[in-house]
T-cell receptor
Framework: DQQVKQNSPSLSVQEGRISILNCDYTNSMFDYFLWYKKYPAEGPTFLISISSIKDKNEDGRFTVFLNKSAKHLSLHIVPSQPGDSAVYFCAASDSGTYKYIFGTGTRLKVLA | DARVTQTPRHKVTEMGQEVTMRCQPILGHNTVFWYRQTMMQGLELLAYFRNRAPLDDSGMPKDRFSAEMPDATLATLKIQPSEPRDSAVYFC????????????FGPGTRLTVL
């Protein structure tokens, strides 16, 4: 049973527009969430995180929103750039366990 | 430039052979994770260690997979015997182990079992 779900396997967006990637989780014990970005033939790299005590965290063009009641988080990229084309994974953790559960990823393609 | 290193980067082997993948975590990191990436499951956690002690290996098929940390600079993942369904990219990641924190991933080992 997938505890972290990314229901959109792929997303295409025009350069300059907003990209919204979604992630849902089922375990109410999760209290820390991260987004990773992965290019082909490379390992995932950390992008942005959010703790359950917040509902929004922003870092430059990237903003993560957390809706605890809906067990839903989203990553917004504004404006989207061709270099953002990659696979994005969300991950969730119960911070007492050091263990992350990853979603299946969403492939973002930003069209020039 | 501190990075997680993994060897080999690519491995092609025949069914039934033993496969050993190695990982060197970032110096000073005390948590090490092994993941497998497949198309269907995304990034699956296989096992993880803190201070070289295994904390959870529930994601691994126990009959054929084993993970160890002989010392703080080396983590190994072995498959014996390997099967075609083991074909995937295997990632190692390390972290500081301070509650929830980011993990730093290696470049992965792409395993193909024929």
């Amino acid at each position: 049973d997938q505890q972290v779900k990314q229901n959109s396997p792929s997303l295409s967006v025009q350069e300059g527009r907003i990209s919204i990637l979604n992630c849902d989780y089922t375990n109410s014990m999760f209290d820390y969430f991260l987004w990773y970005k992965k290019y082909p033939a490379e390992g995932p790299t950390f992008l942005i995180s959010i703790s359950s005590i917040k509902d929004k965290n922003e870092d430059g063009r990237f903003t993560v929103f957390l809706n605890k009641s809906a067990k839903h988080l989203s990553l917004h990229i504004v404006p989207s750039q061709p270099g953002d084309s990659a696979v994005y994974f969300c991950a969730a953790s119960d911070s007492g366990t050091y263990k992350y559960i990853f979603g299946t990823g969403t492939r973002l393609k930003v069209l020039a | 430039d501190a990075r997680v290193t993994q060897t080999p980067r690519h491995k092609v082997t025949e069914m039934g052979q033993e496969v050993t993948m190695r990982c060197q975590p970032i110096l000073g990191h005390n948590t090490v994770f092994w993941y497998r990436q497949t198309m269907m499951q995304g990034l699956e956690l296989l096992a993880y260690f803190r201070n070289r002690a295994p904390l959870d290996d529930s994601g691994m098929p126990k009959d054929r997979f084993s993970a160890e940390m002989p010392d703080a600079t080396l983590a190994t993942l072995k498959i014996q015997p390997s099967e075609p369904r083991d074909s995937a990219v295997y990632f190692c990641a390390s972290g500081l182990g301070q509650g929830a924190d980011e993990q730093f991933f290696g470049p992965g080992t792409r395993l193909t079992v024929l």
